[in-house]
């Protein structure tokens, strides 16, 4: 069976290394000629509105996917003609736009933070007046961690920001959340559905840093709830493969914040600590196979590599680590590998967490001095 | 870091697959053009004697290692002077011989079954008259899976096996053992040396079948028995990366059968039984960095796919099965792929194996009654 991914990026790259045991090869689509997927499988480089690329991306594929969820629709219709593609074109088209998706979250009965569409610099502080402050612009299509983002502390930030509002956009209500979380789902061309456990997630400066999974202190009730939130958004979309729904936690409370329809990064943490990954169950899912245990092995910790890494022996020297490189040149902000700690111990967890961590700030200030002498 | 590999088989497959997420890149070196580890790495086609197709796979190569234990050693010791080669071109040395190796483990205070040379058909004869019966007739070289081996149950069955002493035999006492185990060893380039769990094999047809790891009831003083004889053979043969041994186990004694300078198939539980799979290990210790733990995550059985296979769907609906193809076309006595279970429940275990062998049973008999119709 050939299995095609839209986008050749870290995540198409660790889909291929979990496919492969299966007996499954993979063809990558990617505009960029080094996309790090290219290093363990075929890559072809072309643009995803070009219908040429496309045509010729399609021959002698059985099932087509996709890793990058700006996928262009049409790109996705274009192919879904030819060959099935999972997550179903609707999914894309429901999770590229903020306002969309806040609506279908809306129509389904799913909680999220207040929201108000913004449509032109002239709508903005009608919007901010009437939702009050602090309050979060965004722009509906296109950001990506926490770019295309204002925070609107005070009613008269609007006017700074207005300029900003080129492109439509929407204005949420500012949610104290107590912490984030996100729920995994996955479901298969033959209905089998699964669900990972709830994942905390920790952020900076909008970035995913550190994932605990199982999430910390949940109730059998709050899984459910997450649970019940993702079924919901599979059966509206038809969804077929991985789907992640970033959620704020208030009290006891789920609100959705928003979905990717592909394979997420706050669910790596699964190819050591759960029986079956993120990645497997993705392709098995895609791929009309029967899926694996979502059950962990036990509780882990991922670490993101942001930007620039410690040596690797330094990191492989501690204790439980395993190092996932993508392949990617270090540059700033760039996600360019992980790592993921799995041990019963809680506690030994987080002090891998802490340890590494350390070792992330050492060596960013030696890589910043070194820059700057 | 990029890494040839030579031999582009399953064990050069699952190499380069455990070796991409530490960012390191594989060649793979093989005379067969299909070789299945060329749908995931560089596979350069070539014959391991010729030495412009060496000069070419070592171009820009950091480290050489093998995943076929009858790389000639002119080739091993040709890309040494070029590129780091591990294990050394002596450990081939003395594994490619079993009158060599089991002089090596005798000489190293490893018990063997007794075992004499027999160089000619004139030598057979009394060779068997001075062992007794039974015995077993091995070739010296290139056996594989119970190939070039010959059981003389009686000292009159030597007559009808002496016309394949063509090339250098070894007449070996038979051993009345109660069960086959085998040690996995892994050393660094820096030294750093680790052991796995013993692991307990059963064979049929001269083919490994089945493995559990670790091996049940194994005390601690047998476990230490198997790493000091794994430590003699690595301290004799200044040997770096994954060393197997496989063992005869007569009571509380261990008795050295036979070595393999490479990653092994009683290892292959390892890649989702142990903190670190064998694979993992031995990319880590032939580039020099510090090795992960061998310590198991739950106990583990792998059942070797032989010649053909269930259906896919058909295994991966077995509660807990991670299914390993090798890419590689059905044929009868190949090896095509495997499939681990992990539970701490070792009566589950069992229970998991003998399903699937149940599958692959009434499978291999459909498909003989389908080519047979």
């Not at 722009?139 to 492109?167: C, H, I, M, N, S």
């Not at 270090?330 to 350390?358: M, N, W, Y």
Request: net charge negative.
């Amino acid at each position: 069976m050939r299995v095609g991914i839209l986008g050749g990026g870290q995540l198409g790259r660790m889909l291929a290394l979990a496919g492969y045991p299966l007996g499954l090869e993979f063809r990558l689509l990617d505009p960029v000629p080094d996309a790090c997927g290219g290093q363990v499988a075929e890559l072809m480089v072309g643009a995803m509105d070009d219908t040429y690329a496309l045509e010729r991306f399609c021959n002698g594929l059985d099932v087509v996917t996709l890793e990058w969820e700006n996928v262009p629709v049409e790109a996705a219709k274009f192919i879904a003609e030819r060959v099935p593609v999972y997550p179903p074109p609707q999914a894309l088209e429901a999770s590229q736009d903020r306002l969309v998706e806040k609506s279908m979250f809306a129509r389904l009965g799913i909680e999220t933070a207040p929201f108000l569409a913004v449509d032109g610099p002239a709508n903005l502080a009608p919007a901010v007046a009437q939702m009050g402050t602090p309050a979060v612009l965004k722009t509906r299509r296109l950001g990506y961690d926490g770019k295309g983002q204002w925070l609107l502390r005070e009613d008269k930030d609007a006017e700074g920001v207005a300029p900003f509002v080129v492109v439509p956009c929407i204005l949420e209500g500012f949610v104290r959340f107590e912490r984030e979380l996100s729920i995994l789902a996955v479901r298969s061309t033959t209905g089998e559905t699964r669900f990972y456990p709830l994942v905390e997630n920790h952020h900076r400066e909008g970035i995913l840093r550190v994932s605990y999974a199982p999430a910390p202190h949940v109730s059998k009730k709050l899984q459910s709830q997450a649970e019940d939130i993702a079924a919901r958004v599979l059966d509206e979309l038809g969804y077929v493969g991985l789907l992640a729904i970033e959620l704020f936690q208030v009290d006891d409370r789920l609100l959705a914040n928003e979905m990717a329809p592909r394979v997420h990064n706050s669910g790596h943490w699964s190819i050591e600590g759960a029986v079956t990954s993120q990645f497997e169950n993705h392709v098995r899912a895609v791929a009309g196979l029967p899926l694996g245990s979502t059950e962990i092995v036990a509780s882990s910790a991922m670490v993101n590599l942001i930007g620039d890494h410690p040596p690797l022996e330094t990191m492989l020297a501690l204790p439980g680590a395993h190092v996932h490189f993508y392949g990617k040149e270090p540059r700033a902000g760039r996600k360019i590998g992980h790592v993921t700690f799995v041990d019963d111990d809680e506690s030994k967890l987080r002090k891998s967490v802490e340890h590494l961590q350390g070792l992330i700030q050492n060596h960013d200030v030696s890589y910043t001095a070194r820059k700057t002498s």
